[in-house]
């Protein structure tokens, strides 16, 4: 049993469907299955059901990766507009060097010569400085786009175990989370589903409190199924029923989500006590959920 509400409906979903993305339930019915697809989709581990608030993000990463591309597009054009006004700027001051060459002996009775040349620097000086300044404002831009791309795909399959007694070696560590993940998932989870686990950091002679452990998960699915088993923790072994999962978010990320933590506390806070408000939808891309109270 799910105990989570049906987000067609709004009834208990007892056996449902899960949107990979937000993480919200569906009968099978509501949403437009028969038996037989419902038969294949179970048997089938890769194929997925997204909800209809899900499937506007699917495409997401496409445009983020055009967007990305259309910059440098824009900032090759940029550069050669600046190399093309450089060399421009360049030949007019040559000719005006010549000019003031050529003319010599009739400008050396001028005394504003030395302060025309230094006018003439300074104006090639703050071209010059604006244009740079400009584009490396806009290569900073690009580059920290990229970075939060890259780091956000590089977290998205992990999960982070916290309060995990520390092993004598890493391989018996492996073994308990194995262990703890086929509890979870009544032994869906196998060790082909997990690229990697390790404990973060170093480990220290006296240990005040466990290393947190990082699982890098090789599909989104495996780590979507051991997350939807989250309720089943209390019914590990005694000394298992303390750790908590979560997902491997970046500072930014979870800044965001306390803060929505925070807002759904205090709705719920103003609302009686008839509803529940919690935060749901895949990371980066939250909302705050309201619940009915069981009994109300």
């Known amino acids: 049993m799910t105990n ?28 437009g299955f028969t038996k037989d697809s419902l038969s ?16 506007g993000y699917v495409d997401d990463v496409k445009g983020i990766s055009k967007l990305i591309n259309d ?10 507009k600046i190399s093309e006004s450089g060399d421009i700027l360049k030949n ?42 400009a584009v490396c404002s806009e290569v900073r831009s690009i580059q920290k786009t990229l970075n939060v791309v890259n780091e956000n795909k590089e977290r998205e399959n992990n999960i982070i175990i916290f309060n995990l007694a520390e092993s004598e070696n890493s391989v018996k560590d492996k073994e308990i989370v194995m262990k703890i993940f086929q ?4 032994e869906s989870i196998k060790s082909s589903d997990v690229v990697k686990i390790f404990r973060q950091g170093k480990k220290e002679e006296q240990i005040t409190s466990p290393r947190p452990i990082i699982v890098k998960f090789n599909n ?46 205090s709705k719920e ?17 939250w909302k705050i959920v309201r619940f009915l109270k069981k009994g109300k």
């Open 4 to 31: 989570e509400n049906c987000c067609k409906c709004d009834n208990v979903v007892e056996d449902g469907i899960c949107c990979p993305c937000c993480q919200s339930f569906v009968h099978p019915k509501c949403a």
């Open 40 to 55: 294949l989709y179970k048997k089938m581990k890769n194929l997925r059901w997204y909800c209809d608030n899900c499937l």
């Open 71 to 80: 910059k440098h597009v824009a900032l090759d054009m940029e550069l050669k």
């Open 92 to 133: 007019d001051i040559e000719q005006l060097r010549i000019a003031v060459d050529n003319s010599k002996g009739k400008l050396d009775q001028v005394a504003s010569v030395d302060s025309l040349k230094s006018e003439i620097n300074a104006k090639w000086s703050e071209v010059v400085k604006k244009n740079c300044d």
């Open 183 to 186: 509890s979870l998932t009544e």
């Open 220 to 265: 989104t699915s495996s780590k979507v199924l051991v997350m939807n088993k989250l309720f089943k923790i209390k019914l590990l072994d005694d000394k298992l029923k303390s750790i908590r999962i979560s997902h491997d978010m970046t500072r930014e990320q979870r800044t965001d989500y306390r803060k929505l933590v925070d807002e759904a506390k």
């Open 269 to 285: 806070a103003d609302d009686g006590e008839d509803f529940l408000y919690r935060v749901r939808g895949p990371v980066g891309r």
